[in-house]
Structures are given as C-alpha cells and as structure tokens.
C-alpha cells in the first residue's frame, strides 16, 4: 500500500469519525430542544387556565352576588326588608 492510500484512508476515517460525532451532537441537541417544546407547551396550557379562571374571577367580583357577599360578610350590612334576630348566649 502506498503512503498516499494510506493518508487518504486516514482522512477518510477521520471524516467519518467527526460526522458521526456530530450528528450524535445534532440528535442531542434535538432530543433537547423537544424536551423544551414539550415543557412549554404545558406552560402555555397552565397559563391558559390561569387566564381563563382570572376572567371568570373578574366577571365575578363585578356582578350583583360578590358585592353582596361582601357587603354582608364584611361589611355586616343586611337588606333593608330582613329582621335581624340577636340570640345571646348564657
């Protein structure tokens, strides 16, 4: 065999060698970035919920029942056709 074979073989094999590594890079590298879009599809759907339930939230606290509530729980306030009944304690 001659010297020149012999170098171009070594080259040869280098290349191939140095493709295969990259390529095992590049599949890392996908394997990665899959992992990552899986994680942010599930952020987005989090984020998505929490959206929808802020909104429900809002339309909520915004309509007559809400004030209601905290008028009489908060604020002791009752409507002015009800009797209030005192029961003491012994």
């Known amino acids: 065999m001659s010297l020149k074979l012999i170098l171009q073989i070594c080259l040869l094999a280098t290349i191939i060698i140095s493709a295969l590594y990259a390529s095992g890079n590049i599949m890392n590298d996908i394997d990665r970035t899959n992992a990552r879009i899986l994680q ?33 729980n908060w604020l ?15």
């Not at 002791?76 to 012994?90: C, P």
């Open 40 to 72: 942010l599809d599930y952020e987005i759907e989090e984020a998505r919920a929490l959206r929808l339930e802020i909104e429900n939230y809002s339309i909520y606290t915004q309509g007559y029942s809400f004030i209601e509530y905290i008028a009489r």
């Open 76 to 90: 002791n306030m009752v409507r002015r056709d009800e009797t209030i009944f005192v029961i003491r304690g012994d």
